[in-house]
């Protein structure tokens, strides 16, 4: 099975300032096509979770342009550039390599 | 646009069957797959299982012995059972469509890109 960290487990941010998520899986995600099968959601307060971020990089249709998702090895990043108010929720990053396994959240608060 | 909706009873005994339907409205179920994805209250986000239109499945490896999703083409819904729930099979619900996003060779990237509001169930005597 493939297991999903993240952290940290909470993140206090200052609106305007960028943020960073990390998230490691415990063996590979590059599938044989090349590709990264990682996503990232985020779930606000009281909200269904949405999709932000497939394939490691890719914004999914309507997320503004401040969130970015990044690769290296098994570290994966998501990054916030410059943050909102309304950012503020849990950030989960999931594998769909193997049927699928989400990370432990990570929570985004303002300061 | 697509719009998924949970329903099922709220309360379910321990030992017994945990059922669930998600309707989908605003457009069909056909040439897709559709999630199930469940939270334990104040904990993180778990994959139950998907479906395909066709009925192929695939489920969550710790959840499989007890686990069954159906799809209904004609009522537009899919379905979930889970037997011999315990107190931690208590969580809020959600369905998801597993959309086409990304041309990858002969074929697609998919990814939850539709939720439902989630429905509660709690395991309970």
């Known amino acids: 099975d493939i297991v999903m960290t993240q952290s940290p487990l909470s993140l206090p941010v200052t609106p305007g300032e960028p943020a960073s998520i990390s998230c490691r899986s415990s063996?590979?995600?590059?599938?044989?096509?090349?590709?990264?099968?990682l996503d990232w959601y985020l779930q606000k307060p009281g909200q269904s979770p949405q999709l932000l971020i497939y394939l490691g990089s890719y914004r999914a249709s309507g997320v503004p342009d401040r969130f970015s998702g990044s690769v290296s090895g098994t570290d994966f990043t998501l990054k916030i550039n410059r943050v909102e108010a309304e950012d503020v929720g849990v950030y989960y990053c999931m594998q769909s390599l193997q049927t699928r396994s989400f990370g432990g959240g990570t929570k985004v608060e303002i300061k | 646009q697509v719009q998924l909706q949970e329903s099922g009873p709220g309360l379910v005994k321990p030992s017994e069957t945990l059922s669930l339907t998600c309707t989908v409205s605003?457009?069909?179920?056909?040439?897709?797959?559709w999630s199930w994805i469940r939270q334990p209250p104040g904990k993180g986000l778990e994959w139950i299982g998907y479906?395909?239109?066709?009925?192929?499945?695939n489920y969550n490896p710790s959840l499989m012995s007890r686990l069954s999703i159906s799809v209904d083409t004609v009522k537009n819904q899919f379905s979930l059972k889970l037997t011999s729930v315990t107190a931690a099979d208590t969580a809020v619900y959600y369905c998801a469509r597993v959309n086409r996003l990304l041309p990858i060779l002969n074929y697609y990237y998919h990814a939850m890109d539709v939720w439902g509001q989630g429905t509660t169930v709690t395991v309970s005597s």
């Open positions: 063996q590979s995600l590059l599938h044989s096509n090349g590709y990264i099968y």
């Open positions: 479906i395909y239109y066709t009925g192929i499945t």
């Open positions: 605003g457009g069909s179920i056909s040439g897709h797959y």
